[in-house]
């Protein structure tokens, strides 16, 4: 079955600065890669998604790469805000079914 | 807006009771899935059904049973719950916008 490795388990930044949250996956056959957001005592919330016809994509400040050969994908914030503090979830599936999380970011943005 | 709702947001129980955690979604989707949180090691996935009736083992499914008699409702079930079992569980549906989450139960068991 698939198997997602997250990395690194907790992240600190400065305001404005990048952050970069990465993922491993284990089976070649995974083609669904969405990232998660978890605000403290919430939820997840999808905050963008790629497949794996697409390389990159991007919404506003947030972007998510993805290398299929080498089965890795990452999530890239830019200027990040306080409001950026949460957990961060990266996953992997087939089609969207029976998704597979990796452990989690926690990224705090220090004002 | 998908609305997945859980009927309970905390929950204590005693070691060896039945535990039932309900899970509800209102939009017709047919793939319902049942997942625990724990700290360093993220959303795990118990049990998930394709449809009324059906049901499929995760990753850790040992422990668990679950129940899907109408199609909005999955009913993850803790025949006897134990210490180890407490954790924050997490009901997901799934439609065109990928996974919607319940705002989960934290079950304690002591």
């Known amino acids: 079955g698939e198997n997602v490795e997250q990395h690194p388990s907790t992240l600190s930044v400065q305001e404005g600065d990048s952050a970069v949250i990465k993922c491993t996956y284990s089976d070649s056959a995974s083609n669904y890669f969405p990232w998660y957001k978890q605000e403290l005592g919430k939820r997840p919330q999808l905050i963008i998604d790629i497949r794996s016809n697409v390389g990159e994509k991007k919404d506003q400040r947030i972007a998510v790469t993805l290398n299929k050969t080498a089965k890795h994908f990452s999530l890239h914030i830019t200027e990040t805000q306080p409001e950026d503090s949460a957990v961060y979830f990266c996953?992997?599936?087939?089609?969207?079914?029976?998704?597979?999380f990796g452990a989690g970011t926690r990224l705090t943005v220090k004002p | 807006d998908v609305k997945v709702t859980q009927s309970s947001r905390y929950l204590v129980k005693r070691t060896g009771e039945k535990v039932f955690l309900e899970c509800v979604q209102d939009m017709d989707h047919e793939n319902m899935f049942w997942y625990r949180q724990d700290p360093g090691l993220g959303l795990r996935l118990i049990y998930f059904s394709y449809d009324v009736k059906m049901k499929e083992k995760g990753d850790i499914p040992e422990g668990y049973s679950v129940s899907r008699e109408k199609k909005e409702r999955f009913s993850l079930i803790l025949e006897s719950a134990s210490t180890n079992q407490t954790s924050m569980y997490l009901c997901a549906s799934i439609g065109n916008y990928g996974y919607t989450f319940g705002s989960g139960t934290r079950l304690t068991v002591v």
């Open positions: 996953a992997a599936s087939m089609e969207a079914n029976d998704m597979r």
